[in-house]
């Protein structure tokens, strides 16, 4: 796309314009990156004061109940590491979150086949609520938003129902797997039984 519109400009005689463009573009990327940059830093700082001041810890074993519930029993490594990337993806960061969801992913692992808890906990980390959409709000004030936070009532709504309606369908595909598997084993089985009354008769 890059090459098709550098030439398209040079035929229609417009190269100083996307020369021009390059250059502005290139100034609101370094802007907007610093933007981010800045919002991920400040708020990333704010979650490692909160770890080692034992909030997080104060938080898993608050939300202990519904996260064993949800995942089953975890040890509390896992559960800080859990806690954490909720934590994180609650005020919107999803960088921040991402170090603490790959290592609560590793200590839920199990072989290489994936579990249900750990199916379970990415469908979580995808969609999550935000309670701060620190990232979105970042993205509309470099963008010139005069209210970037006006968005808030929306966001949480449409987070709370996706959320909702993902933790539903995993459990109901998780329901819909074990019933499949137990149907799956029990023909699996009747041939043996049926091969086995056949031997039996053909050997009286």
């Known amino acids: ?14 190269a100083a314009a996307v020369t021009q463009a390059v250059l502005s573009s290139g100034g609101k990327a370094v802007e907007f990156t610093l933007t981010m940059g800045a919002a991920i830093i400040v708020y990333s700082g704010l979650m ?5 001041a034992g909030l997080c810890q104060f938080l898993s074993k608050f939300l202990s109940p519904v996260l064993t ?34 290592r609560a992913i590793k200590s839920m692992a199990c072989g290489d086949t994936a579990t249900n808890a750990m199916i379970l906990f990415v469908v979580i980390n995808t969609s999550s609520v935000q309670l701060i959409p620190t990232t979105l709000a970042a993205v509309r004030q470099s963008a010139g938003s005069t209210s970037p936070f006006d968005i808030l ?52």
Not at 48 to 52: D, E, G, K, Q, V
Not at 93 to 101: D, S
Request: charged share 15%; with cysteine.
């Open 48 to 52: 490692n004061i909160a770890n080692r």
């Open 69 to 102: 519930k949800l995942f089953g029993p975890l040890d509390n490594s896992t559960l800080t590491d859990i806690t954490m990337n909720i934590s994180c993806n609650f005020l919107g960061l999803g960088n921040a979150a991402t170090p603490y969801g790959i």
């Open 1 to 14: 796309m890059i090459i098709i519109s550098v030439i398209t400009a040079l035929m229609q005689g417009n």
């Open 153 to 204: 009532p929306c966001i949480w709504i449409c987070s709370v129902l996706s959320l909702s309606a993902a933790v539903l369908s995993c459990k109901i595909c998780e329901r819909l797997g074990e019933k499949f598997a137990k149907l799956h084993n029990a023909g699996a089985r009747r041939p043996d039984s049926n091969s086995r009354n056949s031997n039996t008769h053909q050997h009286f």
